[in-house]
């Protein structure tokens, strides 16, 4: 477990000492605050104080591991007792979505079963639960967001490229950020398709076919 790097006998932390201990990124520590998944104040300097014990709260949620509703359409998950594993040639290409919000992963959801029916989903809630169905499940292609609980989007993505076990995977990345917002994260997205959520119904089915294109002909992953 990550060590608490904010000074012993205070009841709030930055968003920095947070982000050290959450392992993620300073920018996911705030979006989580954003979504109530923190309890923060603001200091009148304008700086964010963030709640230790909505911290602590969320650790312990995260080792109790979260709960989730049951997927719609064909997307499935993996079962502690029955690990999944890889495909076999011929099998029903396979798609691991990493997102945390319910929201996009439903329109997901919707858009495969729509316009690719042959297509097996999977779904991973963040970036911890996602590096391990990956490593399961071996997929052809991986819908990855930036900003996740867990491991930080951009730090997943690094991994995943370097790893020969996904040397013929494809990746898809989609974000709510634009930008100069996107800009702390050029290191890792060097050369892959970029989807902001918003045009995610008009562009992801197009990048979608063409990783799955490449995948059967044994197109590399870019470095």
């Not at 705030?30 to 911290?55: C, F, N, Y």
């Amino acid at each position: 477990m990550s060590t608490d790097p904010s000074p012993p006998g205070r009841d709030d932390c930055t968003t920095v000492e947070v982000a050290r201990r959450l392992g993620l990124a300073v920018r996911s520590v705030q979006l989580m605050v954003d979504r109530g998944e923190l309890e923060a104040w603001k200091t009148p300097g304008g700086h964010r104080r963030i709640r230790r014990q909505s911290v602590d709260r969320w650790l312990a949620g995260r080792q109790a591991g979260p709960s989730r509703p049951a997927p719609l359409g064909p997307a499935v998950g993996p079962s502690p007792a029955a690990p999944v594993e890889a495909a076999e040639p011929g099998a029903a290409p396979r798609v691991l979505l990493i997102e945390d919000s319910r929201h996009f992963q439903t329109l997901v959801q919707l858009l495969l079963k729509s316009r690719f029916p042959q297509v097996e989903l999977h779904l991973a809630d963040d970036g911890i639960a996602g590096l391990a169905m990956a490593g399961k499940l071996e997929p052809e292609v991986l819908l990855v967001d930036i900003l996740l609980p867990g491991i930080d989007g951009a730090t997943l993505i690094t991994g995943l490229r370097s790893h020969p076990a996904f040397a013929r995977s494809r990746l898809i990345v989609i974000t709510a950020l634009e930008g100069e917002a996107l800009e702390p994260y050029a290191f890792a997205l060097g050369g892959l398709p970029v989807v902001h959520k918003t045009r995610l119904a008009a562009e992801l089915p197009g990048l979608l076919a063409q990783a799955l294109a490449d995948t059967r002909s044994g197109t590399a992953l870019p470095a």
